[in-house]
């Protein structure tokens, strides 16, 4: 008989996947002692469901707005991915985008992942420090000037650029300065949209 040092934690387990929206990864089910032959007995009687590979939930746990996310999050995994693009524009409350799928930012070195079913993986060169990156509901997220720029260097409508662009400034997410500045070193289709949008803004 395990020992209680040995022991399943299923009430740490449950605190962290009553963070992320009743989901948790085989890594932090492994961290609380949970074996892999464990999760599968769990799975079986009802107490937890499979979603994909390497994700679990708490059955019957409610559902949120944001679920979609978190899961594609945590399946690529919390540490390297980042939600960014319309995604992260939804998350920030900027627009009236409705993405359908769900956009990551990886690292180049990452280009390899297999994106899971509804998850688009976007690449950077260079990995994004801590001035890119805010937490929104508890994930890891591009800021609203990274998001916007992104998003519009990938084909998001216009117009959903320019009112992304117009909320950031009256919550004062963005500056024109900066916003404007990164969008120089993009350069041209993007640079040219996202000046035409904090004109419009100002004017």
């Known amino acids: 008989m395990a020992d209680n040092g040995s022991a399943p934690d299923a009430v740490a387990l449950h605190r962290v996947a009553y963070a992320q929206d009743g989901y ?3 890594r932090q089910a492994r961290e609380h002692r949970f074996s892999p032959q464990l999760l599968a007995h ?9 979603v994909r590979r390497g994700l679990y939930r708490l059955r019957d746990y409610p559902g949120s707005s944001h679920e979609e996310v978190r899961a594609a999050w945590l399946a690529v995994g919390s540490d390297r991915a980042v939600v960014s693009h319309e995604s992260a524009l939804e998350l920030h ?3 009236d985008v409705l993405p359908n799928t769900v956009h990551l930012l990886v690292s180049r070195a990452d280009r390899g992942l297999n994106s899971p079913h509804g998850t688009t993986l ?3 060169k260079t990995n994004l420090g801590h001035s890119e990156i805010v937490i929104r509901e508890g994930m890891r997220v591009t800021t609203p000037a ?7 260097a990938t084909g998001t409508a216009p117009e959903q650029v320019e009112m992304a662009v117009r909320q950031a400034l009256e919550q004062g997410l963005v500056t024109p300065r900066s916003l404007l500045a990164r969008a120089r070193r993009r350069g041209g ?3 040219e949209l996202i000046q035409m949008a904090v004109r419009e803004a100002s004017s």
């Open 122 to 124: 976007h690449t950077t």
């Open 24 to 26: 948790f990864t085989v």
């Open 42 to 50: 769990h799975v079986r009687s009802g107490r937890y469901e499979r």
């Open 93 to 95: 409350g900027l627009s």
């Open 146 to 152: 990274r998001s916007i720029i992104d998003a519009a």
């Open 189 to 191: 289709r993007v640079a």
